[in-house]
């Protein structure tokens, strides 16, 4: 005898036990083997197959196929008239890859026995796991440990169950940050669900895909549209979360109630014999063909002695008697013939929910002061009567939904107040050691039962464990219940401890909305209000309402020094130096950063958003080596911590500065690893700078199709994320690109409202490339005055700001532009202003305009000496066709001039460049 107080049983262990185990393994799905002794004497068809080894058995093991039984254990009558449904589906999952097919209908309708009957019939095809949702499982994918753990305990699966102890071992890891242990957790997951080692593609069978946590949910869609998962999921209605997955790989199956030979077919094996036309009428007309109400109907018929068999065949005594009866009725009175105390077991297991743990019944019912000693008695009878069912020792589970409702609804309101209430008391015994994953649970009772104040207080700790768990989404829902709940004191704590979720999943404007609720403004709690002044500045930065966000930081500044918070002051340094780098003010940005990290002495917990600004900063100074290093020594310390969030923002900002510095291939390479983290982090902020950055480097190796694809996709992405800077840049990208290919109209527009934006949040960078872009283009287009007064503009603000690379950029741009309308000595002092810090970058088209624009500034002479030079450089052809140009444009001579238009034409097939056909129409 083994057990403990809860639950006592007999253990058989042996040399056949061991046996039987090795062969329940090497069994196929539905299969029975058995060895020689147990053949002897069985009366049943056997088939010898060849011996097998055995783990644990010396010699080679006779094996024996028992096909009889099989055929008997094969028995589809589960199916009750659905064989056309399953034929169906069976044919829809011939051949599928990223399949999603949604089966629906009402409570009791066949949903689950015809799925489950689905996954066997085709589990020579398709590798099912089975995955329910349960409300109880907060952790972030529980529910798939919870399916992985089942699949290993059925087929002893070992090419999972290591990959289960990882996972493991991942959440008792406590050593790891949050959201470092839900990437590696998920990233477990990904490896589960692509699993190389799986001989057929994998199928999952869903249930109740509303209780899934978001990860799971997310990771299942994902894995749908991009073909890599098959999926059948149950449900009453559509679901809303499908609409995302393309229709040819989405099909909804609505089951309609049974027929005739359905209900008869039902009912032939439920009593076991043939059964009467009358009983089969009665049957649909009360059930509606539904198979649960059929079912129900027939226990209580059988039950309570209305049927009887004439020569052989089951009928009806009085019919009557349950015609008007709903399904609840038949139930009750169902309920109603189980002995009193197995119905006040099943109205306490009630109250918990559809399942419930043992643990928690027996400290209820202790609690209430009821015996229960013989309780595992009383869970066994409901069980013979079909109410409940085991899922293990310790776990119970109401056969159906519906079971359970009318239990629970039975009861008086202040019965369940009371019972309720155990219930929480019951769990903060039983789960004391662990109660993280059970507080919204716990919270949910603590409503029921009238508590409001322990409701408050447990989902903020399930707010709290949320977000721990890097489960945002999970985290606002319980964060907004206690919020409803609170008072204007306690609801003010809960807006800001909320903030964070809302920040992960880049809802900024939600959280500013939020925190213009009126309590704030009420409250006397001076470190309240300065916590609610940094929180305001901070979401306003990233929304990039610069001075709105100044101001509240500032005076944030000026609370926390008063109550000598050097945390909260420090916080606000940080977001005051991502403020001023982004309006260009390096010398102030580079300040507070400093300021920020002059208290940190392990780098390992150096904010990586300090590191990323200092290392823009350099590279906007000119000092790209520098910027590439400092992004480098971190990305080694976040590939050692594993911080995902981090290396994304990483490998994106070195393929920004490797973009500036010239260097475009191993930008790429920088940026399409950013992209796949983001991508796979639904980080839809670093999606949007990586598919812009990326953009931009495609444009410079002349991909300008691929540029302008990945342009549009960062607007809709900033514009969704309401991200104004994001949106400014996304738009003088846009701009930019259009106007050099001569789409003069529609770049202009994008550069107006990119000028009109970033002048209305102060984004000073913004502002100098969409003034330099259409100076440019103003030049083009003949309108020579208007250039001038653009670039002007353009030049003082890049001055001010010192950044280097748009500096010079404008100094070239002034430079031509001056030299297109003859001011040669104009030109000249540009040239060599620029000159100073273009050759100390590897940037190939600046320093192509350095060398045309100092040629085109010498005498004549020299002039045609360094034009002729630049005409014989066959590796630019770019430099060659200008030189051309120029050369033809001092010589007039018409060979000249038709040389320098065959070699524009020649590039200007390549890439229809606006400069290509100005130059050609001046020809």
């Known amino acids: 005898m083994a057990g403990n107080d809860f639950r006592q049983q007999y253990v058989v262990a042996s040399r056949a036990v061991n046996l039987a185990a090795r062969l329940a393994i090497k069994a196929a799905n539905r299969q029975i083997l058995c060895d020689e002794s147990t053949v002897i004497g069985l009366p049943l068809v056997c088939e010898a197959l060849p011996p097998v080894n055995a783990k644990g058995f010396g010699q080679k093991i006779p094996v024996f196929h028992v096909q009889a039984m099989e055929q008997e254990i094969n028995r589809e009558e589960v199916l009750y008239g659905r064989q056309d449904d399953l034929k169906q589906i069976v044919d829809l999952l011939q051949g599928a890859e990223g399949q999603c097919l949604e089966i629906l209908g009402d409570p009791g309708i066949g949903k689950t026995f015809l799925t489950r009957t689905v996954c066997r019939k085709t589990a020579d095809q398709i ?62 997951h990904q490896r589960l669900l692509s699993n190389g080692d799986r001989q057929k593609p994998l199928g999952i069978l869903i249930e109740h895909w509303a209780d899934l946590d978001h990860a799971t949910r997310t990771m299942i869609l994902s894995r749908i549209q991009s073909g890599q998962l098959i999926v059948m999921s149950t449900g009453r209605h559509p679901n809303p979360d499908f609409t995302v997955i393309p229709s040819d790989q989405h099909t909804t199956i609505s089951l309609q109630g ?177 109660m993280g994953p059970h507080f919204g649970a716990i919270a949910e009772h603590c409503e029921h039962a009238g508590w409001n104040g322990k409701a408050i207080q447990y989902l903020t700790e399930a707010g709290q464990y949320a977000l721990r768990q890097y489960q945002n989404r999970e985290a606002l829902e319980y964060f907004g219940k206690a919020i409803q709940m609170a008072d204007p004191a306690m609801s003010a704590h809960l807006i800001l401890q909320q ?44 929304l990039g309402q610069y001075k ?147 953009g931009l480097v495609k444009e410079q190796l002349g991909d300008w199709a691929g540029a302008l694809t990945d342009f549009h996709t960062d607007l809709d992405l900033s514009r969704a994320l309401e991200d104004v800077q994001g949106e400014s840049i996304a738009l003088e990208l846009l701009g930019s690109l259009e106007v050099r290919q001569g789409e003069w109209a529609m770049g202009e527009t994008h550069l107006r409202q990119s000028l009109e934006l970033s002048r209305r949040i102060g984004y000073r960078k913004g502002q100098v490339k969409a003034l330099r872009s259409l100076a440019w283009g103003n030049q083009i287009m003949g309108a020579p005055e208007t250039a001038v007064q653009l670039i002007e503009q353009a030049t003082r603000m890049a001055s001010e700001m010192d950044n280097r690379k748009l500096i010079a950029a404008c100094h070239l741009t002034q430079s031509w532009i001056y030299l297109e309308q003859g001011a040669v000595t104009k030109a000249a002092d540009f040239v060599s202003l620029a000159e100073e810090d273009v050759w100390q970058w590897d940037d190939q088209a600046m320093q192509r305009e350095v060398k045309i624009l100092s040629a085109r500034i010498q005498p004549v002479s020299e002039q045609l000496i360094m034009l002729k030079t630049f005409m014989e450089e066959d590796q630019d052809p770019d430099l060659r066709a200008e030189a051309t140009f120029q050369f033809a444009r001092i010589t007039g001579d018409p060979a000249d001039q038709l040389r320098a238009k065959e070699l524009y034409q020649q590039l200007h097939t390549i890439q229809p460049k606006a400069m290509y056909s100005h130059r050609m129409n001046q020809l």
Request: charge should be negative; aromatic fraction near 6%; glycine fraction near 6%.
């Open 548 to 694: 709105s966000a100044w101001t509240d930081l500032q005076e944030a500044i000026h609370g926390f020094e008063q109550l000598g918070d050097q945390a909260g002051v420090t916080r606000c340094h940080r977001d005051l130096a991502t403020l001023y780098f982004r309006q260009g003010d390096y010398q102030q940005a580079e300040t507070y950063i400093t300021r920020s990290m002059v208290r940190i002495e392990d780098p390992t917990k150096l904010d990586n958003q300090l590191v990323m600004s200092l290392a823009l900063i350099r590279m906007n100074q000119g000092r790209y080596v520098e910027a590439e290093q400092l992004l480098y020594n971190d990305l080694l310390i976040r590939h050692q911590t594993g911080e995902k969030q981090s290396l994304i923002s990483l490998y994106t900002n070195l393929g920004i500065v490797q973009n500036e510095m010239g260097h475009f291939e191993v930008a790429l390479k920088n940026l399409a690893r950013g992209l796949e983290l983001a991508e796979e982090m639904g980080h839809r902020l670093w999606i949007s700078i990586a598919l812009g950055t990326r």
């Open 127 to 188: 590798d099912w796991l089975i995955l329910t949702g349960n409300p109880a499982n907060t952790a972030p994918f529980a529910d798939l440990d919870q399916a992985w753990t089942e699949e290993i305990n059925r087929h002893l699966r070992g090419d999972i169950a290591h990959l289960m102890e990882e996972i493991n071992h991942l959440r008792s890891a406590e050593e790891l940050s949050p959201r470092v242990r839900f990437e590696r957790i998920e990233e477990g």
């Open 258 to 434: 049974l027929g005739k030979e359905g209900i008869e077919a039902q009912a032939r094996t439920i009593l076991e014999g043939p059964v009467s036309t009358a009983l089969i009428e009665v049957l649909q007309r009360a059930g509606n063909g539904n198979p649960f109400y059929s079912e129900q109907l027939l226990l209580y018929l059988r039950d309570n002695d209305f049927l009887h068999q004439q020569d052989t065949v089951w009928t009806v005594r009085e019919s009557e008697l349950v015609l008007g009866g709903t399904l609840r009725d038949i139930l009750m009175a169902r309920l109603d013939r189980l002995e009193q105390g197995v119905r006040e077991v099943l109205k306490s297991a009630s109250v918990i929910g559809t399942s419930f743990d043992l643990p928690v019944l027996l400290h209820m019912l202790d609690a209430a002061g009821e015996e229960t000693e013989d309780v595992n008695t009383k869970l066994v009878d409901a069980e013979r009567a079909e109410i409940l069912k085991a899922m293990d020792e310790l776990a119970y589970i109401f056969r159906h939904s519906l079971l359970r409702e009318v239990i629970y609804d039975v009861q008086l309101d202040s019965r369940l107040k009371q019972l309720h209430g155990l219930v929480v008391e019951a769990m903060e015994s039983v789960y004391r050691s662990e």
């Open 499 to 542: 903030l964070p979720a809302f920040e992960a999943l880049g809802q900024w404007q939600p959280a500013l909305k939020s925190l213009d609720d009126p309590v704030f403004l009420q409250t006397p709690d001076k470190s309240l209000h300065a916590d609610h002044l940094a929180a305001r500045g901070h979401f306003l930065v990233l």
